[in-house]
């Protein structure tokens, strides 16, 4: 059984950084590709980010380019979203997630095998 789980959130200011973290435990972390989504008070989930299990390729939602940065550590099974410049509209609660299939998938949340728990983000204005 796969598990993710997330740390990092919590309660920030406008223009303040934030960083996530995801370890992943249960099978081999450097298969799956790596997927942030956020889901803000009454809202689908959101793509946000994605990694490929090489770390080679990333990719972000229009609304976070330039402000959010994801990475991963395969010898630690962790997977990170460093987020910087953060604005309200930011807010929301935030899911790591695994998938084992193709890269084409990364944006919909339909297509990620596991999801962690979510973590809290608050950025106040």
């Known amino acids: 059984q796969v598990q993710l789980v997330e740390s990092g959130g919590g309660l920030v200011q406008a223009g303040g950084s934030l960083r996530l973290s995801c370890v992943v435990s249960?099978?081999?972390?450097?298969?799956?590709?790596m997927g942030w989504f956020r889901q803000p008070p009454g809202k689908e989930r959101d793509f946000v980010a994605a990694?490929?299990?090489?770390?080679?390729?990333?990719d972000y939602a229009d609304s976070v380019l330039g402000r959010f940065t994801i990475s991963r550590d395969n010898a630690k099974n962790t997977v990170y979203l460093q987020m910087n410049s953060l604005k309200p509209e930011d807010t929301a609660v935030y899911y790591c997630?695994?998938?084992?299939?193709?890269?084409?998938?990364?944006?919909?949340?339909?297509?990620?095998?596991?999801w962690g728990q979510g973590t809290q983000v608050t950025v106040s204005s």
């Open positions: 997630a695994a998938d084992r299939g193709t890269w084409g998938s990364r944006g919909r949340a339909g297509s990620y095998d596991y």
């Open positions: 249960g099978r081999t972390f450097s298969s799956y590709f």
């Open positions: 990694i490929h299990w090489s770390g080679g390729n990333t």
